[in-house]
């Protein structure tokens, strides 16, 4: 890695893309620290990938700046690419040559001798787990081994920076969780990684930052503790014994805690989320209520206080928008 201390790995100003009248990615600043795993969070059409396809060079941006390691991605677009590597949303391997063929065909591209592109090859197949498959047809792989490969080919030369683009869309969860790893070990040898997701989880398990985006615009960025607390504190959640004591359980929440509660689409279950303003005491908030239920004759199964979510933190977010939008 040659990247100077402390220079983020991805510094975008005002970034830009349209297509006809669509503003594909409408004004995206981003700070990305080297070394780490950011994560771009959005739903489809949000522009995650309109964006990281501006970033890797593949497409000029219409507005703004971008910089990846200092370097200008319209102006040093060759060197922004000699210390890049994409892996998109499909797999872009031969099907019909073995994932070895694969390997060593790329190798060899990338300026790699035989006997290197062979080595390189064989080391990546035993990192990921797919000697055993390493001579059969990709088209016989599964979905987890494919991606896999695909990733394998995107480091045969070790990038300083890896685009990720909804990497696990499609996997069963084994899947995911071995292509979870494999990134993991790609950021401690060093690689930053921008990693775009539609799957809450995946950023909450990976990403130690983490831009919200939607309708081409960052409408949130932070730390998932910070996202999470921009939401609120926490919220309380209820399991009662009786279904029928959930109007009045109801009640006595919105009084004690002063929150807002969501009646769940189980009979017995209710959620109440705390405002930020809640946030000094909020367990004592919690036992008061727990304390008032029972003075009130309702039986509770279950209570819990927990902080939100990321699930809940992107619904809160992305209707915000759209209130926002509409009014």
């Known amino acids: 890695m040659t990247h100077a201390a402390g220079e983020p790995a991805i510094e975008t100003s005002g970034l ?75 797999a872009s391997v031969d ?31 035993a990192a990921f787990g797919l000697t055993e498959a390493a001579r059969r047809q990709v088209k016989n792989y599964s979905g987890g081994m494919r991606r896999r490969l695909d990733i394998a080919a995107s480091i045969l030369n070790t990038p300083d920076l890896l685009f990720l683009d909804e990497p696990t869309t499609g996997l069963d969860p084994r899947s995911r969780n071995q292509v979870w790893d494999i990134v993991r070990a790609i950021v401690a040898q060093g690689t930053t990684v921008l990693l775009t997701t539609q799957y809450l989880d995946e950023a909450d398990q990976l990403a130690s930052r983490i831009a919200v985006i939607d ?3 960052v409408i949130a960025e932070g730390t998932k503790g910070e996202l999470k607390a921009s939401v609120g504190v926490g ?62 004759g309702i039986t509770v199964d279950t209570f819990s206080l927990g902080q939100p979510s990321l699930d809940e933190v992107f619904l809160a977010l992305t209707d915000r928008t759209a209130t926002e939008e509409a009014a």
């Open 16 to 90: 830009v893309k349209v297509f006809g009248e669509t503003r594909a990615v409408d004004g995206i600043d981003l700070v990305v620290p080297a070394g780490t795993v950011y994560g771009v969070l959005g739903p489809n059409g949000a522009g995650k990938t309109t964006a990281v396809r501006m970033l890797a060079t593949l497409t000029r941006p219409d507005g703004g700046e971008a910089r990846v390691f200092g370097h200008d991605v319209v102006r040093e677009a060759d060197t922004v690419r000699s210390r890049v590597s994409l892996t998109g949303q499909y």
């Open 95 to 125: 099907e019909d040559l073995s994932g070895q063929e694969n390997l060593v065909l790329l190798g060899r591209l990338l300026g790699h001798r035989n006997a290197a592109a062979r080595d390189r090859a064989a080391q990546l197949l």
């Open 215 to 217: 309708h081409g615009r």
């Open 235 to 296: 919220a309380v959640h209820l399991r009662l014994r009786d279904a029928g004591q959930r109007p009045a359980a109801a009640e006595v929440l919105e009084r004690t805690l002063s929150a807002a509660v969501q009646l769940e689409p189980d009979p017995v279950a209710l959620t109440a989320r705390l405002s930020s303003e809640a946030h000094d005491g909020a367990a004592d908030r919690a036992s008061r209520a727990l304390a008032e239920l029972s003075r009130a």
